[in-house]
């Protein structure tokens, strides 16, 4: 059994930055791909950056190319992600997510999620 549980969600300002965390457990962290979504109400889970097993290998979204950064710990076992110069766009309930060794960039291809932790950026 994989748990994930993401902290660092809040209420920020337009051109703030903001990391988040996630935190395995329950499995060698070193053998799974990492990587964050991101849904609002109404619209489907959306990947925003993905971080394969060893960290050799990041993906990221147009959306967010440029802003952010995935980067994993793996004696910590946690995934992290830095957002800045965020946007309002940017506002979304973002998910952490874990998959076998390889990078994937759609939401069916990982088994494991997180609960999410809300981010809000006004304007």
């Keep these: 059994q ?3 549980i993401e902290t660092g969600g809040g209420l920020v300002q337009s051109g703030d930055s903001l990391r988040l965390s996630c935190a395995l457990s329950g499995r060698t962290f070193n053998n799974y791909a990492l990587a964050w979504f991101r849904q609002v109400p109404g619209k489907a889970r959306e990947f ?6 060893n960290g050799s290998n990041t993906e990221y979204a147009d959306s967010v190319k440029g802003r952010c950064a995935i ?10 992600l830095e957002m800045n110069n965020l946007k309002t766009e940017d506002s979304a309930l973002y998910y952490c997510a874990a ?5 994937g ?3 069916p291809e ?3 999620w997180g609960q ?3 981010v809000t950026v006004s304007s």
């Design 71 to 80: 980067s994993r710990d793996n004696r910590k076992k946690t995934v992290n």
């Design 116 to 118: 999410g932790t809300q």
């Design 105 to 107: 960039k759609v939401a």
């Design 2 to 4: 994989v748990h994930l």
């Design 99 to 103: 998959r076998w060794l390889r990078i």
């Design 48 to 53: 925003v950056a993905a971080i394969d097993w």
């Design 110 to 112: 990982y088994p494991h």
